[in-house]
């Protein structure tokens, strides 16, 4: 949706978008099922899947249920998603607000937007019912807002008790990937916090990409840089493989 | 039970001015040369039905066929941007654009509720979102089991549905590739239905896999072998050919679409 607008981020021989996908491909475990918004998130699946996770069974936005066939869209939301079998997904968004609500709907106004974007897709009710759910997407500060122009899929909504008084039987956002770092839910609060930079990242230039007063764990991590191995699996997967030119 | 006609005679007939009229089928089978016929016969004041709104919405909305977008997702090939969908919402060119806005769930959800015969679906959906306030077609309702309240969504009973498939046999009978998308809801839940095929054979062969529409339950079939470029025909994960991508380019420029929009118009 959005195009690498500056440089990468990067204190090696990667991109910032090769960072982010190593990084929320780490967090995938063989056995779980997931769903993957198209993009970085799906990216990062397909490359855990290669990886370390050659049993995460893979549920698309077109009905395949891994290899083992594919469903029509009823059953797909019905069965899969609104039940709520499915661990993780990972979605992506224009904007992200400091309670993990996602926009893919407008920029602006809702009647007269700055920008009309594609809108929801599957993500409402895959941010509602997955156990949990993972946001993968490049960090700038007119992504990362201190409240989204449009509640497209709802993270904590506007505090910590908004999902149980609207009965969601999924987790919402678990944490939230970017090219910078990573930021998790306060369990005091559901505000999105800093827990981990990337290499080379300092606390400032996260700030300085987040639109809300960002608080920082105490026991800020940092990433393990990518691996050769996860490079070179992943270059091999963006070259190799038809699935990335697109839809 | 279906007739067998031409493609223009089909359309012709089906889809009248001011329908509603459902077009579904992604990411392959996508029935371009029905919509192009909607095109060439200047069918106006439609509403536009689909889920995925892409390259075929926002050629439909260029052609002024469309008022009004039901639809839960639109983009261009490669996550761009639709510039005639763009263009009719921001400045009403080349008429003003409505538009009605849901998630898939709630899309199937609504064929689901139109093809059962029920006035509407409901699910766990759209909890905590805008959408419902901006969509009229959602509403809240009280479970009478367990009071839970759930998303309702109104039933979609498009006055036409047009998809495509590989084939059909004799009496009408469609093959569906496959239970992807929502193309066997969409036929049975609207009044008419049109369905465009790669081939008309004597025997549908071997149905393991696939979804067979009974004639019966099908308005019209008309033989379209490549009705589905530029999108893909073998299958319903075929990938879209290099001119569906290129549709940006001609979607970008008015002067240029207007181009494009005659070489349909006189083929």
């Not at chain 2, 007939?13 to 200047?42: F, K, M, N, Q, S």
């Not at chain 2, 002024?64 to 761009?80: D, N, Q, T």
């Not at chain 2, 059962?116 to 699910?123: E, I, M, T, W």
């Not at chain 2, 490549?226 to 940006?248: F, L, T, V």
Request: net charge negative.
């Amino acid at each position: 949706m959005t195009t690498l607008d500056r440089p990468p981020t990067s204190s090696g021989p990667w991109t910032a978008d090769e960072m982010v996908t190593v990084a929320a491909a780490r967090t995938l475990r063989s056995g779980q099922a997931c769903i993957a918004a198209d993009g970085l998130p799906a990216r990062a699946a397909d490359l855990a899947r290669r990886l370390h996770a050659p049993d995460l069974l893979r549920i698309d936005g077109s009905g395949r249920i891994g290899d083992l066939g594919t469903v029509g869209a009823p059953e797909l939301h019905a069965y899969w998603i609104q039940s709520g079998r499915i661990d993780v997904g990972l979605l992506s968004g224009a904007q992200i607000d400091v309670f993990g609500n996602l926009n893919t709907t407008v920029l602006g106004d809702y009647a007269e937007p700055d920008v009309r974007l594609p809108g929801a897709g599957s993500a409402p009710e895959i941010a509602a019912s997955c156990r949990e759910i993972v946001v993968v997407m490049r960090h700038r500060l007119r992504a990362f807002v201190e409240r989204v122009d449009f509640v497209t899929a709802l993270g904590f909504g506007t505090g910590q008790l908004d999902r149980a008084l609207l009965g969601m039987r999924g987790g919402g956002p678990r944490r939230v990937i970017t090219d910078l770092g990573v930021l998790e839910p306060d369990p005091a609060t559901s505000e999105l916090a800093l827990t981990a930079v990337h290499p080379g990242v300092g606390v400032e230039q996260v700030r300085a990409e987040t639109g809300w007063t960002l608080e920082v764990s105490d026991d800020l991590l940092v990433t393990d840089p990518p691996t050769p191995h996860e490079l070179a699996t992943l270059r091999s997967l963006v070259t190799g493989s038809p699935e990335w030119q697109g839809r | 039970m279906a007739t067998i006609v031409p493609l223009t005679d089909a359309v012709a007939d089906l889809v009248r001015d001011g329908d509603v009229v459902a077009v579904e089928g992604t990411p392959a089978l996508i029935p371009y040369a029905a919509a192009h016929e909607v095109i060439r016969l200047r069918r106006k004041d439609l509403t536009l039905v689909r889920m995925s709104v892409d390259v075929l919405g926002d050629q439909l909305v260029g052609a002024g066929c469309a008022r009004r977008l039901v639809f839960s997702w639109a983009g261009g090939p490669g996550e761009g941007a639709l510039h005639r969908i763009q263009d009719a919402l921001g400045h009403g060119w080349p008429a003003p654009l409505e538009i009605e806005e849901h998630s898939h769930a709630g899309m199937a959800a609504r064929y689901v509720a139109g093809a059962s015969g029920l006035p509407f679906g409901v699910l766990r959906g759209y909890a905590g979102t805008d959408l419902p306030q901006y969509t009229a077609s959602v509403r809240t309702v009280r479970c009478p089991f367990t009071g839970e309240e759930l998303a309702a969504v109104s039933a979609l009973n498009p006055d036409v549905a047009i998809v495509h498939a590989r084939r059909a046999d004799r009496s009408g009978n469609v093959l569906l590739d496959g239970p992807g998308g929502v193309c066997k809801e969409a036929v049975l839940a609207a009044h008419r239905s049109l369905v465009t095929v790669e081939e008309i054979v004597d025997d549908l062969g071997p149905a393991t896999g696939a979804t067979v529409l009974p004639s019966f339950a099908i308005t019209a079939v008309a033989h379209a072998p490549g009705g589905a470029a530029p999108s893909g025909a073998a299958g319903p994960h075929d990938r879209e050919d290099d001119s569906h991508r290129a549709w940006d380019e001609v979607s970008r420029d008015r002067a240029r679409f207007g181009r494009w929009l005659e070489g349909i118009r006189t083929p």
